[in-house]
Structure formats: structure tokens, C-alpha cells
């Protein structure tokens, strides 16, 4: 406890306050004894008591001045305190004066990808890198259980495509609990604040039927999201009433963008405005998409899925129109309107690409490929092979492999890149 000069003079009088207080009461008793035995005066009692009262009167100051005392120095020591909502004002406030202040310095850029390349997630690890990614916001959760209900359902539609049964006779029940919940691709959100325990216990079962395990390992037949088995594994923790969405679950969500999403960061004294259109607004890279954020882009981040290198042997794409690997960034490099804007390519879920690599071999499709399973070999032939078409188009590019999954060390890859491009071209 702190103590002040006030408080510590306060102290001493408050102690010769109790101290006279007991001694008056001491010789209040005393002369209730007196009187008892002897017959006094009741005017000469009064006196007695007046005077013993007049010479132990406490100075009426202390319970005056020493509250308003207290009170100063509280106000004091309480204002000297951190608060936590305080400083974060004041840091928000300190970020949008030196934005203000470095206005000439904004770069924009612009993220682009096919769908499901891991635009929205490059955003959030760019967050997380940077400390400003919103924990608190409640979307994160629901985002969460929107993704875990469509992998279940992606799968149960699997299975009567495949000709695949329940092994468990409960199972074709809470499937229906399950397929009441539309959430249309993850673009319908689901409004749960905490998931039911009735689609808890549905999802549970049912990931637990070995029919459905059987579907999940057919999964090369037809489209599931890598994350599925990951959320699918989560199923007990994602349903407990207090739970809330890990950095993991936050990088790891299904989330369809249906606008235009903006991002300011401050990072290596240059402030960066980054801007990302959802796919299916994205209209084919023409000027509407670029006015979306600004006609001085300075930089447009690409990125592709390295691990659907060999769609074109996965049976769902078979006798389906599809792009190949390199045709969205094709498109970008052919771009009339982003002819002068450098380019940064992010070759992303690699670790899912390098996992691939033995049991779906890169010369089964790309036939002049020479380096087996080997991981390095694999990525020095797709970064050429991207590298060639920049060329083709004399477009100058930085080519990145990336895991948008791993968070802050991935984020922390898009600045530095950013500030090499940056520092290249001033």
C-alpha cells in the first residue's frame, strides 16, 4: 500500500484518537464507580464531565482536510496507472497521425488469386504479423462452425455420389440434422453463438461412422477443403460453450469475400493500404477491378494454389472446363491496366504441394520434368516455369513459396517482400 505524508500524519492522529478515546472511556468508568458509592451533585457531575470532555476534544480539521487529502492523492496515483483501453486509443490515435503524416508514402496493393488460393487468409497472417488482428470479433466463430458444418456436408454429398453407406443405422438421421444447416459453400453464415449440442453430437457420431472415414480417404474423387480434417478433428473442442477460435482456427476458416476488403498496416516506416476482391468479383483483372482500390496500384500480390498441380488428374476435374495452373496469373501479366504495376507471386499451400509429391508424381503431367519427389527440384521447376511466362511478357516478378497457414512467419514473408520490391524501385 502507498503511503503519502498526508496519510502517514493522518495515521499518528487517528492512533492519539483511539488513545484518547480509551482514556476518556477509562475515566468515564472511573467515575461511574465514584458515583455508585457516593452521593455528588448532579450539577457538579456535569462540570466534571464537561471538563473531562473540553481536554480530550479532537481538532474537528482531521475529518475534514485529511479525506480531501486521500482523495487528491488517489486521484493522483490512479491517473499515473496504465489502462489498457486508454493506451490502446492512444496507440490507434499515434498510428492514424503518422499515416497522416507519411500520406505521400501509402502503397497500395492489391492481392489477387483464383478461388481458394488463400487471398483472405495472406490478409489475416499479414494481421497477426502485425498485431492488429481482431480476436474479439465474433464473425471468427461463426466463420468457424459455417466451415465445419459444409466439410461434413461435402463430404455426406460425396457419399451418395460414390454409393458409399453409414456403418453406424443412427447416422443417416443426424446427417439431415447436419444438411438442415445450409450454408451454401461457406458463403451463408451461420448465426450460432456457440454450436448446438444436438449438431455437436451429430457431427461427432458422424465423423466417428467408418463410412464416412472411407468417404474422407476418397477425397482426390471429389472437392473437400484441405481444412476440413483439420476442424473435423476439433469437433469436441469447437463445441464447448466458452470456446473461442485459436490463431489456427482463424487462419485455417473457410471465408468467402462478397466485397471489397481493405487493410492499412504501418510497417518499416511505409504505411500499406492492401485491397482484396473476392473471386467471383474479380472481372477478369479489367480496369473496374482496379479502380476498386486505386488506378496508382503500386504492387499487386498473386497468388496461385501450387498444390493443384495435378488437378488434371483428380477425377472431379475430368470432362469438367478448367484452367491450368498458370492461367490466373497469365491473365494478370496480360493485365493492360497492371502493365506497369510490379508483381509479387506467391506460390502458396506448399506444404500440401510437398506432400503430394510421391503419390501424385509432377511427370505424370509435366512430362519434361527430371527431379522425381524431390521437393526442391519440384519448386525450382514450377518458379521457372512461372518465371519464363513473366519473362515472355517482360514482366519483372519476385516469385515466393508460402503457407498463408503459418500465420505471423507468413505475413512477415509479404512485407519483407514488399519492402525489397519497394527499395528496389526508389
Known amino acids: 500500500m502507498y503511503t503519502s505524508n498526508a496519510s502517514r500524519a493522518c495515521e499518528k492522529d487517528v492512533g492519539w484518537r483511539s488513545d484518547a ?18 452521593l455528588v451533585d448532579s450539577h457538579a457531575e456535569d462540570a466534571i464531565i464537561k471538563a473531562e470532555q473540553s481536554k480530550l476534544s479532537l481538532p474537528s480539521r482531521i475529518f475534514w482536510i485529511e479525506p480531501l487529502a486521500m482523495l ?4 493522483s496515483w490512479w491517473s499515473s496507472q496504465p489502462n489498457a483501453e486508454m493506451q490502446a486509443r492512444l496507440r490507434s490515435k499515434e498510428i492514424e497521425e503518422q499515416i497522416e503524416q507519411q500520406r505521400d508514402k501509402i502503397k497500395f496493393v492489391l492481392i489477387l488469386g483464383d478461388h481458394g488460393s488463400g487471398k483472405s487468409t495472406l490478409i489475416r497472417s499479414m494481421e497477426i504479423a502485425h498485431g492488429s488482428l481482431d480476436y474479439e470479433d465474433s464473425s471468427h466463430k461463426q466463420w468457424v462452425f459455417t466451415t465445419l458444418l459444409y466439410s461434413m456436408k461435402q463430404i455426406l454429398d460425396a457419399m451418395e455420389t460414390l454409393n458409399i453407406d453409414f456403418a453406424d443405422s443412427r447416422s443417416k438421421e443426424l446427417a439431415g440434422i447436419v444438411s438442415s444447416h445450409n450454408c451454401c459453400g461457406c458463403s451463408r453464415l451461420v448465426k450460432f453463438q456457440s454450436l448446438p449440442s444436438e449438431v455437436c453430437l451429430a457431427l461427432k457420431t458422424l465423423w466417428d461412422d467408418a463410412g464416412v472415414r472411407e468417404c474422407f480417404r476418397q477425397s482426390r474423387k471429389y472437392r473437400l477443403y ?3 480434417e ?5 469437433i469436441e473442442r469447437i463445441g464447448d460453450p466458452d470456446y473461442t477460435p485459436s490463431e489456427q482456427d482463424n487462419l485455417r476458416v ?14 518499416d516506416n511505409r504505411v500499406y493500404k492492401v485491397c482484396h476482391l473476392g473471386s467471383q468479383y474479380q472481372p477478369k483483372i479489367t480496369k473496374n477491378a482496379l479502380n476498386a482500390i486505386n488506378e496508382n496500384a503500386n504492387s499487386v500480390i498473386v497468388l496461385v494454389d501450387i498444390s493443384e498441380y495435378d488437378k488434371d ?16 496469373y497469365e491473365r494478370v501479366c496480360d493485365a493492360p491496366h497492371l502493365a506497369k504495376t510490379s508483381v509479387i507471386l506467391l506460390l502458396n499451400k506448399v506444404d500440401i504441394f510437398e506432400s503430394k509429391l510421391r503419390t501424385s508424381p509432377v511427370k505424370k503431367l509435366y512430362h519434361d520434368y527430371e527431379g522425381g519427389s524431390d521437393r526442391e527440384a519440384a519448386k525450382s521447376y514450377f518458379a521457372k516455369k512461372f518465371l519464363d511466362i513473366s519473362k515472355l511478357r517482360n514482366r519483372d516478378v519476385t516469385v515466393c513459396f508460402t503457407n498463408c497457414v503459418d500465420g505471423a512467419s507468413a505475413g512477415n514473408l509479404a512485407f519483407e517482400v514488399l519492402k525489397e520490391r519497394y527499395s528496389m524501385e526508389s
Open 72 to 75: 487528491s492523492y488517489a486521484s
Open 21 to 38: 478515546t480509551f482514556e476518556l472511556s477509562n475515566k468515564s468508568s472511573a467515575h461511574s464507580e465514584l458515583s455508585s458509592n457516593t
Open 313 to 328: 488428374l483428380m477425377p472431379y476435374y475430368q470432362g469438367v472446363g478448367h484452367d491450368s495452373l498458370t492461367t490466373y
Open 226 to 228: 484441405e481444412s476440413a
Open 254 to 267: 473457410r471465408r468467402r469475400v462478397r466485397s471489397l476488403t481493405e487493410k492499412t498496416f504501418l510497417r
Open 230 to 234: 483439420y476442424f473435423l478433428n476439433s
